[in-house]
């Protein structure tokens, strides 16, 4: 990262599901590929709910945070209980959270009611596609730092023709914000998404489809990009040359940042100090393990939402706190199906069993891969951090289709870390950091 004047956080979170079936009509819609268009409906096509609801759907917005955490840190802790190494890990639950939730706008029956539950223990899928929509208009309206959230579907009209629901894509399209876009795929389609991608995630995601295969038929996607000042910024003094102790009883060269902050938290399980942004609004928490013998993902895959939940509110302001962060970078890339099923997202994987008949009539739809990636970089001018979910949807038994183209907390060791909503606490990423090279 550049020595820059300004100490910047940079996260970008991009959302993408690939949906793939056959069993569709080949007469496309008449809309220029990358033009708004409105699609023709698919009468048989039913949607779990009035999507007028959602707008005027009230939730417990405590309540919904809460499972939102327990749901944020669960899946943190599944991802690093199937890491066996010391690897930097990195996910956002709220990328996965936001690609589940399209998928979940078109599902009906057990189907929806799995993927609803991945967030919420007992809520109403309506309430959590409001909280959900609520958490991206909030985004969006973010003070003292740029946070934007951007949503658009490419339609291969070669294949969805008619057969696709106007209630689901006028859904999108007013509770989400997502652009529509139509026309026949080819390789322009791969380039002009990834151009998509790049200009709404100021080029820190410039790829996320390498391909589109023959039976993709729609391709959704969600880009979030965050730029913010530190509130407290690192001086040149307070960087310095030190020693970054690995579990091994190695160590390895690192940069230090150290600072002097006011929130302070400590459980049992985990120390940590809270670095805000500029407006207040968000904040960096670091998670020191009190067991300095573990590793990061050792530690991270113990710690539950309810861990969290303790852990924050904890907080105190009561002393000054001396802290020590090594600048650090980090790649992560995981396919999440084992994860989300452990997590008792099972039916949507299943083919001949899940239900997508929201999205069209025509049935055989399934999840066959949810994969994620995440990119982070900490030194003394900020962070820059990214994140991506493809959520892909095959089709089973169909009918033929036509083919197409298409107090002191020193992280001087192992540690845990979120990038946080501060009213809520709702963490937009987390991650472990077992090694800063």
């Not at 380039?191 to 790829?207: A, F, P, Q, R, Y």
């Not at 493809?390 to 036509?402: H, I, N, R």
Request: aromatic share 12%; proline share 2%; glycine share 8%.
């Amino acid at each position: 990262m550049k020595d820059t004047h300004k100490r910047l956080l940079t996260g970008v979170l991009a959302c993408t599901m690939l949906l793939s079936f056959a069993g569709c009509s080949s007469s496309g819609s008449s809309g220029k590929k990358g033009g708004k268009v409105k699609l023709e409906d698919d009468p048989k096509a039913e949607a779990a709910f009035d999507y007028d609801e959602v707008r005027d759907t009230d939730y417990d917005e405590d309540d919904y945070s809460k499972d939102y955490n327990k749901y944020a840190f669960d899946l943190m802790a599944t991802t690093a209980s199937k890491d066996n190494g010391d690897t930097n890990i990195m996910i956002s639950p709220a990328s996965i959270m936001f690609a589940m939730d399209l998928a979940a706008a078109g599902a009906n029956g057990d189907t929806l009611d799995q993927i609803n539950g991945l967030f919420t223990s007992d809520g109403d899928p309506l309430e959590q596609q409001a909280f959900a929509s609520d958490m991206m208009d909030k985004i969006n309206d973010s003070d003292k730092v740029e946070f934007s959230c951007a949503n658009a579907i490419w339609n291969n009209s070669s294949i969805l023709g008619d057969k696709v629901s106007s209630d689901y894509i006028d859904y999108v399209e007013d509770t989400f914000n997502a652009e529509i876009k139509a026309g026949a795929f080819d390789d322009s389609t791969v380039d002009e998404i990834n151009e998509w991608v790049s200009d709404n995630t100021d080029g820190m995601i410039d790829e996320i489809i390498g391909n589109l295969n023959p039976t993709t038929a729609a391709v959704l996607v969600n880009a979030i990009a965050f730029e913010g000042e530190w509130a407290e910024q690192y001086e040149d003094y307070q960087v310095s040359d030190g020693k970054f102790n690995l579990v091994s009883g190695k160590t390895q060269d690192a940069t230090f940042l150290s600072s002097t902050e006011s929130a302070y938290f400590e459980t049992d399980k985990a120390t940590g100090f809270m670095k805000y942004y500029e407006g207040g609004q968000y904040a960096f928490i670091a998670i020191l393990p009190t067991d300095d013998s573990i590793s990061a993902n050792e530690f991270i895959g113990d710690f539950t939402g309810d861990d969290y939940l303790e852990f924050v509110d904890s907080m105190t302001y009561e002393y000054d706190v001396y802290t020590l962060l090594p600048e650090f970078e980090s790649e992560y890339e995981v396919e999440m199906n084992d994860i989300l099923m452990e997590m008792g997202v099972e039916l949507p994987f299943i083919e001949g069993e899940a239900d997508f008949s929201g999205i069209t009539s025509d049935g055989g739809l399934y999840i066959s891969k949810v994969l994620h990636k995440t990119f982070i970089e900490v030194d003394r001018n900020g962070t820059k951090a990214a994140a991506a979910t493809a959520v892909m949807l095959d089709a089973g038994a169909c009918a033929p289709f036509e083919e197409v183209q298409y107090k002191e907390v020193y992280c001087d060791r192992p540690f845990a870390y979120a990038i946080v909503d501060m009213e809520t606490m709702n963490p937009i990423f987390i991650g472990t950091v077992n090694s800063v090279s």
